[in-house]
């Protein structure tokens, strides 16, 4: 063996127990009690816990967007994931006028793989939808490549699907074995609103929230909704943050249909009311943060299983560019940071006993594993696996603070927020990327992987 994790808790989605774990080029090769290996260096994990590594299942890294592009890197945005206990990450590959879904992910490979410091997957996000497309599917799923997306919002910038796109791509999925996402938002609702706040010359970043409220967001999620039951096709709702969608998406999954729904830390921490302070635009994201009502429903959806996966729509931009929109919401690039804060957040609200460790895990690990296809390899420490695995102190205070992030991005939404609990060391596939508040992997690293959904 190359190394063995000695004496720590392991958590998994369903168990904990007490257990060595014995790695091998980069798998896990043996669990169990007192694993000895004279050639294998030894880690001891005693008062620890034992993680699977966090999968982030949306992620928008050096992504084109809202007039400049997303400022980290492949290279800061993974190096700031392992640093958060994160060792997967699925990017969004924006599909171009004319190319096709295998071309598209593979364009976004050539930047990413020399620069990924862990592994990563894409979603393609269909914005060309054409016949010659809806034949790719199958082509796609072989390939490896079984998750796309569709924005129903994004109308100017050339992303936005209508419900015949949207039906069409659900119904190819279904057949192919593909999952469809999607982000939902009513985008006339949103440009007759913004248009009259500008009108009126409310300008702030608070009306950046008024423009999307609540139910701007909720008819679309009821809208997906009823075209995948209607057709019968599974979906997955991208960054859920309203109580009505939460309450829709249960609804669905009662019936039986097979529908997910992800939401990020930020719908589970803040509240619309950071759009009224100073530097609110600093917050500026889509869909907004919500109402307390909506935060607690999100809380409540994790409980219960309604919420499926936590991720973190990582889409960060520098304050200069923020400031953009100083005088104006339409101005400000859509989009906050997260990719080193969900695990810690989450494990640090299980360790105040807001919810399970197991839970955290399932929603950050496990769950995105199967719902994405790669649970062959990634989402639980089981022998056979990628030896993807986190060491957390649930001693250690943290206070996130943009000096002791990983990014390349000059501020956090997260500044001062204190945690109870920290990772400690991170291994990627057996290898030791993070440790103690530094990072240690290197560039080039990460390896995209090819997936598969089991239904
Ligand atoms: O504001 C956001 N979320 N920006 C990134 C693009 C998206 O909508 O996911
Ligand atoms: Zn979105
Ligand atoms: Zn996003």
């Known amino acids: 063996m190359d190394l063995i994790i000695k004496n720590g808790v392991v958590i998994m989605a369903r168990d904990t ?3 060595d774990i014995g790695i091998k080029n980069g798998k896990i090769v043996s669990i169990g009690k007192e694993i000895e290996d004279n050639e294998a260096e030894v880690i001891d994990a005693e008062g620890k816990y034992v993680l699977p590594g966090a999968i982030d299942a949306h992620t928008h890294l050096e992504m084109p967007f809202g007039g400049t592009i997303s400022a980290d890197s492949y290279e800061a945005g993974t190096r700031a994931a392992a640093c958060g206990g994160t060792t997967t990450v699925f990017d969004f590959a924006l599909q171009q006028k004319g190319h096709g879904i295998i071309q598209t992910a593979k364009e976004r490979d050539e930047l990413c793989a020399p620069q990924a410091c862990i592994d990563y997957a894409f979603h393609v996000v269909i914005s060309d939808l054409r016949p010659e497309i809806l034949d790719e599917f199958q082509d796609a799923v072989d390939y490896g490549l079984p998750s796309f997306k569709v924005y129903m919002v994004y109308k100017k910038e050339g992303l936005m699907a209508d419900d015949g796109v949207l039906c069409q791509v659900l ?7 593909a999952l469809i996402s999607v982000h939902a938002e009513n985008p006339d609702l949103i440009d007759i609103r913004t248009e009259k706040y500008l009108r009126e010359g409310k300008t702030s970043a608070w009306y950046h929230y ?28 991208v960054h859920l943050a309203n109580k009505e969608g939460m309450e829709e998406v249960k609804k669905a999954k009662d019936e039986g249909y097979e529908i997910y729904a992800e939401t990020c830390p930020q719908y589970l921490y803040f509240t619309n009311e950071i759009y009224k302070r100073e530097d609110g635009r600093n ?17 409540k959806g994790i409980k219960t299983g309604d ?8 889409c960060p931009f520098q304050t200069s560019e923020k400031d953009w929109g100083k005088d104006d919401f339409t101005k400000i690039p859509n989009g906050c940071m997260g990719i080193e804060n969900m695990y810690p957040y989450m494990l640090s609200e299980a360790n105040k006993g807001r919810i399970s460790f197991n839970k955290v895990v399932e929603v950050c690990s496990t769950n995105p594993a199967k719902i994405f296809g790669c649970d062959d390899q990634k989402g639980s420490i089981v022998i056979g696996k990628d ?14 603070s943009k000096h002791n992030m990983h990014s390349d991005v000059d501020y956090t939404i997260w500044e001062g927020v204190k945690l109870k609990g920290y990772p400690v060391m991170t291994f990627s596939r057996g290898k030791l990327v993070f440790k103690d508040g530094e990072f240690v992997g290197k560039p080039g690293w990460g390896k995209f992987l090819k997936r598969k959904i089991k239904r």
């Open 307 to 314: 919420i499926s996966t936590i991720a973190t729509d990582h």
């Open 17 to 19: 127990y007490k257990a």
């Open 171 to 177: 119904e190819k999925a279904k057949e192919t074995g």
């Open 283 to 299: 917050f500026v994201c889509s869909p907004p943060m919500k109402g307390k009502e909506s935060l607690d429903s999100l809380w």
């Open 210 to 237: 008024m423009s999307r409220p609540e139910f701007v967001e909720a008819e679309a999620d009821k809208r997906a909704i009823h075209w995948a039951k209607s057709l019968n096709a599974p979906l997955y709702i």
């Open 387 to 400: 030896a993807d695995i986190v060491i957390y102190d649930p001693k250690k205070e943290f206070i996130i």
